[in-house]
């Protein structure tokens, strides 16, 4: 049996995965946790990349690795390889001015043509006029700029140069400045938000490849444990990427991930260029395209209300299907963390249609569970598709209330894939993928998906974006 690692560096945590190459397999796996924040140091992943080995098992009969990280990330370094300052993860939306600026300064319709995307406050132009603004001594000892994964798998050859730096074209589309049309980057567009064009990683191909590990020691208590010398790294990708990869994504589908984030995205053939700033026009990690809606308000919701609520995650989700469908008018807009679709990065949330009534723990979890579904609602009408399927993922498809809910608010069937690490399989199956040399990434099974289905709710969406509006008015 041939065995492939997969890995996903998470805003919240680092899992691995280890799978057979040939059917996708599990034969296990290992987790370990990342401090809260929207700033960290990137010392911190590597020390969890090193637990979760450790904890699945070790890589020694591994034959090739790849990692998937949190889109956006800021890694700053300097000349001799060192971090600059901590990393500004995707939802730290200090940079939103930054963004604004950007966009005035070129018009949010050249941006689109020129890289796919309008920045908002998670890209990483936005992120490094931020520093050129407001942190000019670390922004002039930048001399390398690259992304969480590529971070990591930098880390994991070897880290020997700032040249051997790599990316690939998935995560490289997230940065705004870095086209999925032409394959290159636009170094007259970061040099006009930076003031500066530091080094960037090469952009590698699905099939290519970044090197081998180098000889790691494991320190962090471990006893002292290696990384076998020689293991094959694959490119690597994003996290949305390497989800579509996991849940076996195919042209015709839309994926909804309930993650720290949520996210809205497609399989594509061609190229998206939306100047309203909706719809991020990403590639993906297959030489194909990922146009993405993303939302920063997702299971980070239902926490939020499951402990105003003083319940469990479990609790939240009984409570809600004991309220019936629409919660009798209680409506929640979840700004909890402000909002990147519409971009309200300064938003908090609202809640509307409050009566004595509705004022109930079911009423309000229902509410809750409505209003981040209807977001993402929101989100897959903005990619303007009529999906063949849409795939629910994400830790918060895991709750039965939600899986229950989400037709009676998207107003179609989901299926709903077995609960997986998806971004971990996805970049284990880019791994396998890069031992097979096929034309396409090996076909494993995804089990038995289960659909859901319901009439949708009436005047549930309306009502949502009633609320939206008078709220936020018509953005």
Known sequence: MTLVAGVDSSTQSCKIVIRDAATGDLVRQGRAAHPDGT???????WTALQTAITQAGGLDDVAAISVAGQQHGMVCLDETGRVVRDALLWNDIRSAASAADLVASLGARAWADAV?????????????????????????????????????????????????????????????????????????????????VPLLPRVLGPLDSPGT???????????????????????????????ALGVGARPGDVVVSVGTSGTAF??????????????????????????????????????????????????????????????????????????RTPNLPDATGAVHGLRLSTSTPAHLARAAIEGMLCGLADALDALGLSPQRVLLIGGGARSEAVRRIAPTVFGRPVVVPP??????????????????????????????????????????????AAARAMTFGNR
């Open 39 to 45: 700033s960290v140091d990137p010392e911190h992943w």
């Open 419 to 464: 609960p997986g690490e998806y971004v971990a399989d996805g970049a284990a199956r880019q791994a396998a993928w890069l031992l097979s040399g096929g034309p396409e990434p090996p076909a494993w099974s995804t089990g038995s998906p289960a659909t859901h289905e319901a009439d949708p709710t009436p005047g549930l969406r309306e009502r949502y």
């Open 213 to 243: 590990t180098g000889a790691l020691k494991i320190s962090s208590g471990t006893q002292g444990a290696w990384i076998t010398e020689g293991i094959p790294l694959a490119a690597g990708t994003g996290d949305n990427m390497a989800a």
């Open 116 to 196: 796919g995307s309008v920045p908002v406050a998670s890209f990483t132009i936005a992120k490094l006029r931020w520093l050129a603004t407001h942190e000019p001594d670390h922004a002039a000892h930048t001399a390398a700029v690259c992304l969480p994964h590529d971070w990591l798998t930098w880390r994991l050859t070897g880290a020997h140069g700032l040249e051997t730096l790599t990316t690939d074209r998935g995560d490289a589309s997230g940065t705004g400045y870095w086209s999925p049309v032409t394959g290159a980057y636009r170094d007259d567009l970061l040099k006009a938000a930076f003031g500066a």
């Open 266 to 339: 497609a399989v594509a053939d061609a190229p998206s260029r939306d100047a309203s700033g909706a719809v991020a026009g990403f590639a993906d990690a297959t030489g194909r395209f990922l146009p993405l809606v993303c939302t920063l308000n997702a299971a980070r919701v239902l926490d939020a209300a499951a402990a105003m609520l003083g319940v469990s995650l479990d609790e939240l989700g009984s409570l809600a299907l004991q309220a019936p469908p629409g919660a009798e008018g209680l409506t929640l807009v979840p700004y909890l963390e402000g909002e």
